[in-house]
């Protein structure tokens, strides 16, 4: 158990006097009130003020901005809001304007990154404790029956199988979001593959191509990635391309190698950081993991909670971890 400290007596005080004083007038109910002295307590402890978390179009950042969010709100009584950007650039460009505060989950954006620290707009705050996996992969019963697709060198003579509509007579590959970390279509041409890339749009198309190709044993292969929930519901296997070695991925145009593990990253606007506010310890002291992540995304997705709502079940079950990013 932590000690009292001066700042947490400070706040029990705060909170008291006040729920003794509504409830002396007989006025409101002891939740309301309740309420209202969480938020008092949170602006006596220091000020938190606006707190505008960037949020990247898939699940499992979701996750993470609205488990920061409501911890954010529930402990320190920011006024948080969600700035819904593409990855890499646009966000970049919220940091440095002022427009977003925070990237939870940055992924493999290395000259951006670079970029906005050497220029004073950014700031690495280093990992969250995940760790981003992107690959080919195939549905499991595709694994099973035809095991020799999961290396790369055996996937032309099944491309007639992978082949649809919009593939121009060559095997699809299902890409992802264009705007996602990706190199597909330089992968393709020079390892000689006889695919086309035809890209879904973004994660949800993506998920639901991968449900249906395993439910109906139907040929797919496609870009995907961890952390993601779908791994916990939907059995894929990951195909082999040439081991990524440092640097093989330097120039995008000549990529003939796989994904590297990513260590994902935290990345806050200068600004932000050194602002005094209290939402900007709380950032540098998330850190959760992939499992972590995957059960809120499934929250989100295959439970149909509100983001909010997950957000709000995964703090309360866990609240030693929360209580230990606030500082």
Known sequence: MRQLNTKGARLVAVAASALFALSACGGGSVSDATKANESKAAAAGGDCGDFK??????????????????AAKEKLGCNVTYVELKEGGPSYKALASGDGDVILEEWSHAEELKAAVADGSAVDLGS????GIIGW????WLADEHPDVLDYNNLNK????FATSES?????????DPTYTQYDEAI?????LDFK???SGGETATVEAFKKAQENKEWLIGYFWEPQYIHA?????????????????????????????TPLKKVAATKFMDSGSTAANLVKAFTWTNDDQNLVAKYITADKMSPEDAAKKWIADNQDKVDAWIK
């Open 137 to 140: 992969y195939v549905p499991g």
């Open 197 to 199: 890339v035809v890209f």
């Open 158 to 161: 099944y491309a007639k199988d």
């Open 168 to 176: 121009g007579g060559k095997g699809q590959f299902l890409g992802s």
């Open 188 to 192: 393709v041409k020079n390892l000689n």
């Open 128 to 131: 969250p404790g995940n760790v």
């Open 233 to 261: 519901e939907v059995p894929m296997k990951r195909v082999a391309l040439p081991p990524y070695s440092d640097g093989c991925d330097a120039d995008k145009a000549k990529v003939a190698c796989d994904y590297a593990d």
């Open 53 to 70: 978390i960037i949020v990247n179009p898939w699940v499992g950042y979701t996750a993470d901005a609205y488990v920061v969010g409501e």
